[in-house]
Structure formats: C-alpha cells, structure tokens
C-alpha cells in the first residue's frame, strides 16, 4: 500500500471528527453497494473497463446468502496491483478489507498471528485507504454498468 499525502489527510480528516472502525466499515458498504453488480457468483471473474484507464478486475472468491467477499485489483499495461481482498456483509450493511496483500494472505492462512496491540490501528488504516480507493474508483468512472466479462484469448502455440 502506497502512503500518499493525499491518503494521509484523508485518514487525518476522519481521524479529525471521529469516525469510528464501524463507520468506515457502513460507508464502505454504500461505496461497494454502487460499485459491485447485482447479480454475482462464487469464481465469477469481472472487468470494468474504461477508455484510457487501468482495467479493474474483480473475482468474486466467496459468495453466500448473508456474505460476498471479493478480491480486486488494477490491470496495468505492464503490471498489476496488489489484489485487495473485501468481505461484504449484507445483512449487517458492512464492508471491510481483509487483506491487501499476498504476504497477508498467506501469513494469516499459514496460522501466523497478528499483533493484537496493533490490531485496531492496521484495521483503521486499511479500512480508511479502502474508503479512499473506492471513491477513487467511482470518481473515475467505475461502477455497476462498466462490467464486463473478460474476453479470453485463444492459446495459438502449437
């Protein structure tokens, strides 16, 4: 995760009037409820693609009647990002951020424990660069009518 100025007054203005880990967690809920499409399934693999910017894919990994949890990340020409994996609680209207990395994933999946001390404020500032990318995104122009899926190329080596 890149530490930008603009990330970094953004987690000082919630910080600034006080809104709690259960806030972000409902407002992400309402940015994913305008990003995410209606109808998705377990494995489903989706693009949002608009002209001259990153294509942003999205693989819904899980998906249950009270839960969703989706990974997404950026496509570059020459690169992608690091995969943010979501967990959408729709019954609760919350959505968090789980992991944003492959080390974390895997860390955690391998038994590896985190430092409770620290607990809280790792959740804080990943949930808060969560909000800031998702405004990002819809800022952008990414939302519900952008997806598509991919197009898959044919394998031609003999």
Not at 90 to 109: I, K, M, P, S, V
């Amino acid at each position: 995760m890149i530490l930008t100025e603009q990330y970094l007054s953004h987690r000082q203005y919630v910080r600034r009037h006080n809104i709690s880990l259960m806030q972000l967690h409902e407002f992400n809920h309402r940015l994913m409820d305008q990003l995410l499409p209606q109808s998705l399934y377990q494995g489903q693999i989706l693009h949002s693609l608009l002209p001259d910017k990153p294509v942003l894919k999205m693989l819904c990994t899980e998906r249950f009647k009270y839960t969703t949890e989706v990974s997404m990340q950026l496509l570059f020409p020459y690169s992608q990002s690091d995969e943010l994996v979501i967990r959408v609680y729709h019954d609760a209207g919350l959505a968090e951020l789980t992991h944003a990395n492959e080390f974390e994933r895997q860390y955690r999946a391998l038994g590896g424990r985190v430092d409770a001390a620290n607990q809280a404020s790792l959740r804080y500032s990943q949930n808060c660069f969560l909000n800031k990318w998702l405004i990002f995104l819809l800022e952008k122009g990414h939302g519900k009518s952008n997806w598509q899926s991919p197009v898959v190329q044919p394998d031609l080596t003999p």
